[in-house]
Nanobody, 122 residues
Framework: VQLQASGGGLVQAGDSLKLSCVVSGISFSNYGLGWFRQAPGEEREIVASIDWTGTATYYQDSVKGRFTISKDNAKKTVYLQMNGLKPEDTAVYYC????????????????WGQGTLVTVSS
């Protein structure tokens, strides 16, 4: 199983970025996906998740209204559209997968990708 995240970079406050995570080795349409982030010196936290149907989503309060998670079964890809970025969004972002369901914590997820760094300057 491989999850390959990309799309991170250095942006200014207020800018947008779209992260992508291509998944292989699992039956993608039967898996829920999530995005987590970890800032320096902080614990990894969930940012957003989506269930296997793509109809149920979960967002951390701090990103509600700014971030949108989506999945494309044909491309086996999960996205995180990030608008109105703030310096406090700076972190390494990780994608993760779990069978079915809507995960909201790390232990809900079975597979993890490598991170992609998002840096937001003020």
């Amino acid at each position: 199983v491989q999850l390959q995240a990309s799309g991170g970079g250095l942006v200014q406050a207020g800018d947008s970025l779209k992260l992508s995570c291509v998944v292989s080795g699992i039956s993608f349409s039967n898996y829920g996906l999530g995005w987590f982030r970890q800032a320096p010196g902080e614990e990894r936290e969930i940012v957003a998740s989506i269930d296997w149907t793509g109809t149920a989503t979960y967002y951390q309060d701090s990103v509600k209204g700014r971030f949108t998670i989506s999945k494309d079964n044909a491309k086996k890809t999960v996205y995180l559209q990030m608008n109105g970025l703030k310096p406090e969004d700076t972190a390494v972002y990780y994608c993760a997968a779990r069978a079915l369901g809507l995960g909201t914590v790390q232990r809900d997820f079975h597979y993890w990708g490598q991170g992609t760094l998002v840096t937001v300057s003020s």
